[in-house]
């Protein structure tokens, strides 16, 4: 009797200490964000607003939050943080916080006037440091929509999910996932800065300008990734894509297969891209009229969800060994699956020189003091418009018809049936490839008259 | 009866006919004020038919004329395609001053066609042709930069009203461009709005928005100073409608909202909501992404399907002047 008593309390103490290690260092649940010019009983001055973060500390009974805020300013010369402190507790809430506990406010100020552009420079994070264990908050758009805060109007919620009828695995109204992104992301609507289609971004309010990702579905688009077909969930066929580099798997392909619809601990902070171990880091800010992105990590990652022979470097999911290239002394480039292929994931700044450094344009995830290159430097998300256009060996050998693309069942464009793609790069030809490589080159190039 | 009768009662009864006739024509238009545009009791939608000439892609935005012309925003093949009341399709224009038109909205015989993309109203006049950009983003320094996604006028005053996507707020137009006045801004207190869409006035020159990302209608005086009403969809607080877009008001003054998102339109009264139809689908009186709603004279119901490249035609059970 006396050794279950003792067995019973160890097991308690055991599950206490657990919940301990578990709460220590976790990131607080549910940030909401909220900008206003109302704050309690205060009003902003004139052309100012508040910043106000809400989180949830179901745990926390003292007046002072276990978490801090973190602001991020990213500009092109990187990423730094300010610490504005920690927390307090909310002691009169407002209608619709009242069910809650451990809510806490952080009051920030900025121009109103600027807000739109400056609030896309930002990122709030909420934790006990900035690079380990937060959760993060974009201040921009700060209502409740689709992806966020959608339980202050559980209407959006029969937009997208029907609870008897569905016609999807995840109690989807729609088996094409697309038509409902682009009622808010389209071109025929307005609910969002980003149009996908169109590939445009909002950077203050009516400028738009070139978004990162590239366009779907411009007249100029000559490659992308087709999220326009129909799910085909009961039987396989006609709507399964391969992927290049997947080692011929073949994929549905919707918008919800790379963003996730909501906020979840498998969507990143940045476009809410799905992760399965490495979340993908990244701030996007407004610079001399562009729209820029800041990439710290994760991004080789995502892509290898499908095209995972093309992933090299830590974490790949084949764990491709790295390389020593052979005028180092090593092997040179290893085998990916039955190919020799390029690595990504790799640090590219020992291939940088004074003239790289000056002209390199494209897109390179920058941690640890070095600059590394993603499947995102050489090719766009969503679709380009360049156009040389090859074909696919890997696709070619298993005999695919790779580009057969066609109409949808409601007859919109998708893309005519073709056997080249010009595979979503950047740059025309091997423009991409002389970013790094052009002081590899003989011969009187522009480098060697320069130099 | 004898002959001569017999052509005296054909006569009397031929004149009486078209005396008649004259009579029903020439005041058709008091005649159908009398008729009620709606049942009172528990209407039912009648699907008619489809507009659609075979090519529409993405039609948005949706007006009638004096005619009972309807005008389309073509919006995906960048043109206005204008169909009779028979469901005829009569020309289509614009393609070479267009390209996302989403809204459009006639006064005295001028088509205003609000442009998403080109961030630009333009103007041509009901034959097609092209008359004028009325404003353009950022070259109207009392007007800005905007992106406009709805339009409508007041045929009384000559004014014209659009919403603005960029900074979230009306702005009004007189016929030649010249900022009257503009309100609103971005956020989600009262008269604040965030991706404000359709715009319609009733009678009384009252302003209903549709403030799409707040999931409501709200109802402003005829100068946008005082918010008089918010329509939230089930009548609790809150926004409840999943994303209200286009909207008109007929005769009676009741209002239909298309939801997007839900798939449907709503009909309300100055009290509360009476009924609502259509739900996600792609069969005849089911809507798949439906954008806009416009009325016509006779009672007929117009209501763009984005996602099914299609207008969807109705009209309410017991309306004796629609076909």
């Not at chain 1, 292929?341 to 020189?353: C, E, L, M």
């Not at chain 2, 009325?134 to 009384?156: R, W, Y």
Request: overall charge negative.
């Amino acid at each position: 009797m006396l050794l279950r008593k003792v067995l019973l309390i160890l097991l308690i103490v055991s599950v206490m200490l657990l919940q301990e290690a578990a709460s220590d260092g976790s990131a607080p649940r549910r940030i909401e964000v909220v900008v206003t010019q109302e704050f309690g009983e205060f009003t902003a001055p004139t052309g100012k607003s508040f910043i106000i973060l809400y989180w949830e500390e179901l745990d926390n009974t003292a007046v002072q939050s276990e978490y801090a805020v973190f602001e991020s300013k990213v500009d092109k010369n990187g990423l730094s943080w300010l610490e504005h402190g920690y927390g307090s507790r909310v002691t009169s809430p407002v209608s619709g916080e009242e069910g809650y506990l451990g809510y806490y406010r952080y009051p920030g100020i900025v121009t109103i006037e600027s807000a739109q552009t400056d609030y896309q420079n930002y990122t709030y994070h909420v934790g006990t440091n900035p690079d380990n264990s937060y959760s993060s908050a974009r201040v921009y758009p700060p209502s409740e929509n689709y992806h966020a805060n959608y339980q202050k109007n559980t209407a959006t919620c029969q937009g997208c999910h029907s609870t008897h009828y569905a016609r999807h695995p995840m109690l989807l109204n729609e088996r094409i996932m697309y038509n409902i992104c682009i009622e808010c992301h389209g071109d025929t609507g307005t609910f969002s800065k980003y149009n996908v289609l169109q590939g445009t971004v909002e950077i203050s309010p009516g400028v738009k300008v070139p978004s990162p990702a590239g366009a779907f579905d411009s007249v100029e688009t000559t490659s992308f990734h087709n999220v326009f077909l129909e799910d085909d969930f009961e039987s396989s066929s006609m709507f399964l894509l391969h992927a290049p580099g997947s080692g011929g798997e073949k994929y549905n392909l919707t918008c919800t297969d790379c963003h996730s619809a909501h906020v979840t601990s498998h969507s990143s902070g940045y476009r809410l891209l799905k992760f399965r171990t490495t979340p993908v880091t990244a701030y996007s800010y407004v610079s001399d009229g562009k729209y820029n992105v800041y990439y710290v990590n994760g991004m080789n990652s995502f892509c290898s969800n499908c095209h995972s022979y093309y992933n090299y470097g830590d974490g790949s999911e084949h764990d491709f060994p790295e390389h020593v290239l052979r005028q180092e002394d090593g092997d040179g480039i290893k085998k990916s699956g039955e190919f020799y292929r390029h690595p990504t994931n790799i640090q590219v700044s020992n291939w940088f020189d004074s003239y790289t450094e000056r002209n390199f344009t494209l897109p390179l995830e920058s941690r640890d003091g070095g600059k590394y290159m993603t499947c995102k430097t050489c090719h766009y998300a969503h679709g380009t418009a360049i156009i040389g256009e090859q074909v696919s060996p890997e696709l070619t050998a298993i005999g695919e018809t790779k580009y057969g693309y066609t109409t949808d069942e409601f007859g919109n464009r998708i893309a005519e049936p073709k056997d080249t793609s010009s595979m979503l790069k950047r740059l025309d030809g091997m423009g991409i490839c002389l970013q790094c490589h052009l002081s590899q080159i003989w011969s009187n190039t522009a480098y060697e008259m320069q130099n | 009866m004898k002959r001569k009768t017999f052509i005296k009662v054909v006569l009397v009864l031929v004149i009486a006919l078209t005396a008649l006739f004259l009579y029903l024509f020439l005041t058709r238009n008091t005649l159908l004020d009398r008729v009620p545009f709606l049942p009172q009791r528990n209407p039912v939608p009648v699907f008619l038919y489809y507009l659609d000439d075979q090519g529409l892609n993405a039609p948005v935005g949706v007006a009638t004329d004096d005619l009972d012309y309807i005008y389309i925003t073509d919006t995906r093949n960048s043109r206005v395609v204008v169909f009779n009341n028979n469901g005829f399709k009569l020309r289509d224009f614009g393609q070479n001053h267009l390209d996302r038109p989403v809204s459009v909205s006639i006064l005295k015989g001028s088509v205003y066609v609000a442009d998403l993309a080109l961030q630009r109203i333009q103007v041509f006049t009901s034959q097609g042709t092209f008359r004028e950009t009325l404003v353009a983003s950022g070259e109207n320094k009392d007007v800005g930069v905007f992106i406009p996604t709805a339009v409508t006028v007041d045929d009384e005053k000559g004014l014209l009203f659009f919403t603005d996507a960029a900074w979230h707020r009306v702005v009004v137009l007189d016929r030649d461009g010249n900022f009257r006045f503009s309100f609103g801004s971005s956020g989600s207190g009262q008269g604040e709005f965030l991706y404000p869409n359709g715009i319609v006035l009733d009678t009384n020159k009252n302003i209903y928005v549709a403030d799409s990302n707040n999931g409501r209608i709200q109802v402003f005086s005829p100068d946008g100073k005082e918010v008089i009403r918010v329509i939230t969809g089930s009548g609790k607080q809150g926004g409840t409608f999943a994303l209200p877009r286009g909207m008109a008001v007929d005769k009676s003054g009741r209002l239909w909202v298309v939801d997007s998102l839900a798939h449907n339109v709503s009909v309300f009264d100055d009290e509360r909501k009476l009924f609502s139809f259509g739900k996600l689908g792609t069969e005849q009186g089911e809507f798949y992404f439906p954008n806009t709603v416009a009325l016509d004279s006779v009672g007929r119901i117009y209501v763009t399907e984005r996602g099914m490249n299609r207008v969807s035609v109705f009209t309410l059970s017991g309306n004796p002047l629609a076909r």
